[in-house]
């Protein structure tokens, strides 16, 4: 019986890998050389090691070419060959190879280049016990040498130093001008410089790697999403320039149950006359290509649905990563809430589609392993200062996101199971001595009182998260989950939002002064009591604010804390936001 074995490369730290500056080329060249990582250089090693030539620039000819049995043949049905390629995605790259030796010179080769090229990403990358294809489902080996495999790449990455362990500056060395590691080089440069440099940077091997790479990591961004993208420098200018916008964003969105799909994958597997684990490596390879093309294809049209609210032909958008589930995006603050919720729900509308890419098996392995034949995500967005740093308005994305997952454990069927469905949270940092969530968050809780010994608030003058997914696609919900899913409606928000905004906008047909709504908002910080005693007072002399309130009388809603404790809540300043940040 012949054994085989999979080798498994990724990156890992990629967020502050590419969040390091707050240069747009060097953020967009940061993201290719992931890219490459797990592309190109893993692919350039196949084929120096005698495997097949799959390398293309196109993402979408190099899918092709992964799948196309001719030129990438299964491997047990070709005994002359040495290797497989599985999957070669941005950072991550599934091998299969008969001889462990090959697929240990596979990992070196490729690292190895990747120290070489792209200095500052580590690229580690494991080789798996052997397995066997003669095997049935009930005693397949390949799912569990698969996990193990995932197990023994987390372990390794804990074991070796990151990448800061190999830019040591002692002896005290110049640092680099945008990214602080020891600098290597000095370069001439057209952008505006500290006092005394004159025309040069002083700049780091990964600083100049990226800056390398910026042309093609803009190339293909612009060819995925058919040219719709400013020119870089165009961008750069954008952000940079004083007036030219006054807020920045970063949004941030993942798949939901996307790690516990792929590790149960097994189940979802229609074992054909090839055998369980052909099969399952087939499907597991058309799975992820197909996932890769709908997270690009969903992300485009996004764009798209955006371009008639800007009326520009081409948007200030800096994509970072797009693909599969993963989503991460610089862009104008005015465009973020708009693009978020329409990427969410073309994520859903793509990977739901039956006649979708390679033949629709993501709608079908989600319809076996939900309620529902889509896939879903979240998104944090982050809506900060043009000059705010990165890498601080992506740790307030991602803890945003964090948050957006919380419907996880909220949005559930009589069962208790999660009805996948799609969520955001977002906030416009105005303050930013503390741009973290929790410290945010609780800014924002009034009405302390003390229970059992702990200090707790009563009332939330937020209502985040929102639930993007339309009513009519969940159902079989349980009670208190409908009910928490109609008090975090994001379609709700967007009209409390628009009541807002045509409201101001229209004072002459008995419109709301701004000023009133200001009142009103400094009146929530007082707690319910005197928020509710103003409404009231207010009321009387503007009616308008009733298509505000919930029921005429107040702007609150019962719900319930993490520790299941009773609160009151109001969306009246996320509404106040989404008017600000929504045409």
Known sequence: MDAYYLVLLETSGNQPFIFATNKLKENVGASQLIYECGTRYVLEAVKEKGGPDLWDENSATLRDNLADTSQNPHLEKQPWRKIEVIT???????????????????????????????????????????????EDPASASLPATMKALHGEHERLCDRLPGSEARFLRVPVIAPCDTSGWPATAVAKTKERQTVGRGDVVFQASGTRSKRRAAPAGWNRFNTLLKDRLMDLDALQDHFESSGRTPWAAVIHSDGNNLGRLFSDFHHWVVSGDEGFTRSYLTQLQHFSLALEECGEIAFREALLECIPGTGEEKLPVVPLVVGGDDLTVYCDGALALPLAEAYLRCFERETGRADGPRN?????????ASTRSCLTACAGVAIV???????????????????????????????????????????????????????????????????????????????????????????????????????????????????????????????????????????????????????????????????????????????????????????????????????
């Open 88 to 134: 070669a995605t941005s950072g991550k790259a599934l091998l299969l190879v008969k001889d462990p030796n090959v697929g240990r010179e596979l990992v070196q080769r490729a690292t190895t280049t990747a120290l070489r090229r792209a200095p500052g990403v580590d690229l580690f990358g494991v080789v798996s016990t052997g397995f066997s294809f003669e």
């Open 360 to 368: 629709g098996i993501v709608a079908r392995v989600a319809r076996s």
């Open 385 to 583: 200062k043009p000059h705010f740093p990165f890498h601080a308005a992506y740790d307030l994305s991602n803890d945003l996101l964090a948050s957006a997952k919380s419907v996880k454990q909220k949005v559930n069927d009589s069962q208790g199971r999660f009805c996948p469905c799609s969520a955001l949270d977002f906030h416009v940092l105005y303050d930013v001595s503390d741009a973290r969530l929790a410290r945010i968050r609780t800014g924002l809780r009034v009405d302390p009182s003390f229970e059992n010994g702990q200090l707790r608030y009563k009332t939330w003058l937020y209502g985040h998260p929102y639930v993007v997914t339309s009513g009519s696609d969940l159902r079989g919900l349980a009670g208190q989950s409908d009910l928490w899913r109609r008090s975090h409606d994001w379609k709700s928000l967007k009209e409390q939002a628009k009541t807002i905004r045509n409201s101001t906008a229209n004072r002459e047909a008995g419109g709301l002064p701004k000023t009133v709504l200001h009142e009103l908002r400094e009146s929530l910080f007082q707690g319910r009591a005197e928020a509710d005693a103003w409404l009231d007072l207010l009321l009387k002399r503007y009616p308008a604010l009733e298509r505000l309130a919930r029921d005429s009388k107040t702007l609150f809603w019962p719900d319930k804390d993490d520790e299941g404790n009773n609160i009151d809540r109001t969306s009246f300043l996320d509404a106040m936001d989404v008017a600000a940040f929504y045409w």
